[in-house]
């Protein structure tokens, strides 16, 4: 079945840098949808971004837009998420999730955040100091 693993993160003051990166195996298909969620203590899991390993496209949660940056590697199926300008309220257990992408562009808008991706990684904590 498919595999993610997740690694990066850790701790870092306000206004700093962060990268988590997210190594996927077992895909079967060719076009999968990974994306990005982050759950704090006492809080609901969230959206954070979303990237198609078909054409790129790609879904910020209104959070982070502007700050953070995801990207993808199809060589070895990699999803990567750059966190700059990092602040305490971004402090959370991150996960990466995937699914096959059915729906073209379904990646690249808000569905992506809403979705109950089948395959989840075992999180990365980032935690941000004021």
């Known amino acids: 079945g498919v595999q993610l693993v997740e690694s990066g993160g850790g701790s870092v003051q306000a206004g700093g840098s962060l990268r988590l990166s997210c190594a996927a195996s077992?895909?079967?298909?060719?076009?999968?949808?990974m994306a990005w969620f982050r759950q704090a203590p006492g809080k609901e899991r969230e959206g954070v971004a979303a990237?198609?390993?078909?054409?790129?496209?790609?879904y910020y949660a209104d959070s982070v837009k502007g700050r953070f940056i995801i990207s993808r590697e199809n060589v070895n199926w990699t999803a990567s998420l750059e966190m700059n300008s990092l602040k305490p309220e971004d402090s959370a257990m991150y996960y990466c999730?995937?699914?096959?992408?059915?729906?073209?562009?379904?990646?690249?808008?808000?569905?992506?955040?809403?979705?109950?991706?089948?395959?989840w990684g075992q999180g990365a904590q980032v935690t941000v100091s004021p």
């Open positions: 999730a995937a699914d096959v992408e059915l729906l073209p562009s379904f990646c690249g808008s808000k569905r992506s955040m809403r979705y109950a991706f089948t395959y």
């Open positions: 990237i198609s390993t078909n054409d790129g496209r790609a």
């Open positions: 077992g895909y079967t298909y060719n076009d999968y949808c």
